[in-house]
């Protein structure tokens, strides 16, 4: 068996660290008034923005999602744009800090004049600007966040979701945890913001009575050896982690250094296996450590809502992989990766249904029309009344080489006290979708 070190200084990282890219990347009044209105659109393309993580605590794991957005944005644009316009996609690093959040997207707004934004992500970080984008009329489309602030149609009328909310996965967590290791002690580690609230109020609603302790952490904080060590001398079990992936790979190290060995539990948010696998790589080697990622991760279950990429046979994934293969062969093919892509294609699809002559409010229209179809393996809540993304989710297991299995078929449920049902609806293939018509 491979021998695992541990270094004393494996945890304290400075994840401001990670420089994957710059600011500024680019490829080329009223509310009423702004959502009128074609800000951002000419005879031949549509200008859209994003703030992402390409530095900062979030970017191991996160600053990859971009390059696979805009794989997909080149494949449009190559294929003859959407309704002849192309995408002009422009990414500003927020470093995963809120104030330069705010900074970087009143530039995309009042500088660049967007279309639209897509795909903002982060819960800390997207929160500071939502009223903002929907006081100037601007389209806050499949946010990158679970946070339930997202599903807000009175409030915040030009804000959508993407990925299934941190509640709805909650729940389905809970009820699996309850069924498959009933009588086992529980505890939570999770994100000090709505990414713990949202999430435990769907675990709640299931293990609320086996959990023995309940543990947080601050993104900017990557020391978590005192709170794995509560956890385990309070006799957790099993060890719930509403993480991202740089936390989920630091929780991970941190419970091997301190010979703790829990059923970790993760969300969609930070349990790609192949994302994980880099980063508790990465991180050991920063602190002089060696560690095999397939013995760590093994037996980790996890949440999804797209298809795993190791899923070949899976039209979506084989059409993402073409994309891949073509534009960006040297990043790795992750589910990370995937996330971006599926995401900037349901944009894709959304600009589409909003015409040839496309304004802010056709495509929030079009977002709210309940048709757009895909990738995903649970349904998106979008309609007049939801702006819920993907609304359930399935549960897998990682294998000691990494790949997955699924322990739960999908399954979708409601932000409530709903009922968790199995779901087995037929997706549409890329080619009934058909998105760009060459």
């Excluded at 713990?196 to 709640?204: K, S, V």
């Excluded at 993104?219 to 936390?247: H, M, R, Y």
């Excluded at 992750?334 to 495509?363: E, I």
């Amino acid at each position: 068996m491979r021998t695992t070190r541990y270094g004393a200084g494996f945890l304290a990282l400075a994840l401001a660290l990670t420089a994957c890219g710059g600011a500024g990347e680019s490829d080329g009044g009223g509310q009423q008034a702004a959502t009128d209105s074609a800000v951002g659109v000419t005879k031949d393309t549509v200008v859209i923005g994003t703030h992402q993580p390409l530095t900062g605590p979030a970017a191991p794991g996160y600053s990859k999602i971009s390059a696979g957005a805009r794989a997909v944005y080149q494949a449009i644009n190559d294929g003859g744009g959407i309704n002849g316009r192309k995408i002009d996609y422009k990414v500003e690093d927020d470093g995963y800090n809120p104030t330069k959040t705010v900074e970087v997207v009143k530039k995309l707004v009042l500088q660049d004049k967007v279309f639209a934004i897509v795909g903002g992500l982060g819960t800390p970080t997207h929160s500071k600007v939502v009223d903002y984008l929907n006081s100037e009329g601007v389209p806050d489309l499949l946010v990158s966040s679970g946070a339930l602030a997202w599903d807000n149609p009175q409030k915040a009328p030009m804000t959508f979701g993407y990925q299934v909310d941190y509640t709805r996965e909650g729940k389905i967590q809970g009820k699996y945890v309850k069924d498959t290791f009933a009588g086992k002690k529980v505890g939570y580690f999770t994100q000090n913001d709505d990414v713990g609230r949202d999430t435990q109020a769907g675990l709640d609603q299931f293990v609320k009575d086996q959990v023995v302790v309940k543990q947080g952490y601050d993104s900017a904080n990557t020391d978590v050896t005192p709170q794995l060590s509560a956890l385990k001398a309070a006799g957790a079990e099993v060890v719930v982690c509403a993480c991202i992936p740089a936390f989920t790979a630091l929780a991970i190290l941190a419970a091997a250094k301190i010979g703790y060995k829990p059923q970790f539990v993760v969300s969609s948010i930070g349990a790609d296996p192949a994302t994980l696998s880099g980063l508790l790589q990465d991180f050991a080697k920063r602190g002089g450590a060696s560690v095999s990622s397939g013995q760590l991760l093994a037996g980790l279950i996890g949440t999804g809502y797209l298809p795993d990429v190791a899923q070949t046979s899976d039209p979506w994934v084989a059409y993402f992989k073409g994309v891949h293969d073509k534009y960006i062969p040297k990043e790795p093919f992750t589910n990370t990766v995937l996330f971006g892509m599926v995401q900037a294609y349901t944009f894709g699809q959304a600009l589409k249904a909003a015409g040839p002559d496309p304004t802010r409010q056709k495509v929030v229209d079009a977002m709210s029309s309940g048709s757009l179809k895909g990738p995903g393996l649970t349904p998106f809540g979008f309609s007049k009344d939801s702006h819920a993304g993907y609304t359930g989710a399935y549960v897998f297991k990682i294998n000691p080489d990494v790949t997955t299995t699924v322990v739960q078929p999908p399954a979708v449920t409601d932000r409530g006290t709903g009922a968790i049902t199995p779901y087995a609806g037929e997706r549409a293939t890329p080619e009934q979708v058909n998105l760009v018509s060459k």
